[in-house]
């Protein structure tokens, strides 16, 4: 099982960046698939991105060329590069690792985005 913390998160105006960051412990990083996801109030939780043991990267339609997600396997890091921010991305975002049907979580950070 891995454990896993975010940070990264704040209050941002329109149109500004954030980096988000997730650093995990507790096992063999490298193999996992990592995400961001993020819950809205009021919504469910949803992916933003992902990326495999390979590099492989995928994203939600809402934040394709605006969000970036990168890995650091040597460092047990995920990274969420978030440009361009909307109003509509203000959630808390979560960090999750993915590896044979198990899900492991972060606690979240929050990203406000707001003028």
Same mark, same amino acid.
């Given at each position: ?10 209050? #941002? ?22 995400? %961001? ?67 492991? %979580? ?6 406000? #985005?707001?003028?």
């Amino acid at each position: 099982q891995v454990q896993l913390v975010e940070s990264g998160g704040g209050l #941002v105006q329109p149109g500004e960046s954030l980096r988000l960051s997730c650093a995990a412990s507790g096992s063999i990083f490298s193999v996992y698939v990592m995400g %961001w996801y993020r819950q809205a109030p009021g919504k469910q939780r949803e992916l933003v991105a992902d990326i495999t043991s390979g590099g492989s990267t995928n994203y939600a339609d809402s934040v394709k060329g605006r969000f970036t997600i990168s890995r650091d396997n040597a460092k047990k890091m995920v990274y969420l590069q978030m440009n361009s921010l909307k109003p509509a991305d203000t959630a808390v975002y979560y960090c999750n690792a993915h590896l044979l049907g198990r899900d492991s %979580w972060g606690q979240g950070t929050q990203v406000t #985005v707001s003028s």
